[in-house]
Each structure stands twice: as structure tokens, then as C-alpha cells.
């Protein structure tokens, strides 16, 4: 596995927690087969995202991320991760460093 690739990879359940998500979402998305916009990856009985450049760097530099309700305004939001058709996580900036 590449550099690139290990960096943008993380413990599911720290993507989770960050991202406001239940407890074993991502277990439960990959028994289900839930069709999700970054890839789950299984290795020794732990569960990894793999997650894109962009929303790599926005956890890396700092942006607050939450999962977005059908009534937060989304216009607060500086970028919105959509997982599935029905999940979006929001990132906003709370003094954060320089995207590269």
C-alpha cells in the first residue's frame, strides 16, 4: 500500500466519533453493503476508512466535522462530505492551518 493511500486511511471508529456517526456505522455498512463514498477496508479483525485527499486535509488541518440533521443550516458549512445519499458530514473552520 502506498504512502499516499496510508495517509488518507484511518481507524473506523475514529472517522466515527470525529464525524458524529453511531457506534459501529461502519461495521453495519459493511455487513449491509451500503454503497458509500470511500472504502472500507478490513485488517487483523480492525476496520479502516479510506478516505479522499480532500477530506484528508480538511481533518488534517483542523476543520470541525459533524454529521449534518435535516435542520442545521448547511450554509454555515465550508465543505460538505457526502457519504451517502442520506448522510452528509459538514467541516467548518475554527482557526485551522493552511490547506497545502
Given at each position: 500500500m502506498?504512502?499516499?493511500?496510508q495517509?488518507?486511511?484511518?481507524?473506523?471508529?475514529?472517522?466515527e466519533?470525529?464525524?458524529?456517526?453511531?457506534?459501529?456505522?461502519?461495521?453495519?455498512?459493511k455487513?449491509?453493503?451500503?454503497?458509500?463514498?470511500?472504502?472500507?477496508?478490513?485488517?487483523?479483525?480492525?476496520?479502516f476508512?479510506?478516505l479522499?485527499?480532500?477530506?484528508?486535509?480538511?481533518?488534517?488541518?483542523?476543520?470541525?466535522?459533524?454529521k449534518?440533521?435535516?435542520?442545521?443550516c448547511?450554509?454555515?458549512?465550508?465543505?460538505?462530505?457526502?457519504?451517502?445519499?442520506?448522510?452528509?458530514?459538514?467541516?467548518?473552520?475554527?482557526n485551522p492551518?493552511e490547506?497545502?
Open positions: 502506498s504512502t499516499a493511500t495517509s488518507n486511511m484511518f481507524l473506523a471508529s475514529y472517522i466519533k470525529r464525524f458524529g456517526l453511531s457506534a459501529g456505522y461502519f461495521k453495519r455498512a455487513r449491509q453493503n451500503t454503497k458509500l463514498e470511500l472504502k472500507i477496508i478490513e485488517q487483523y479483525e480492525s476496520l476508512v479510506l479522499s485527499d480532500e477530506t484528508t486535509d480538511l481533518i488534517k488541518c483542523g476543520y470541525i466535522s459533524l449534518i440533521n435535516q435542520d442545521d448547511v450554509d454555515l458549512f465550508d465543505y460538505i462530505y457526502t457519504m451517502t445519499k442520506s448522510t452528509h458530514i459538514g467541516f467548518y473552520r475554527d492551518k490547506l497545502k
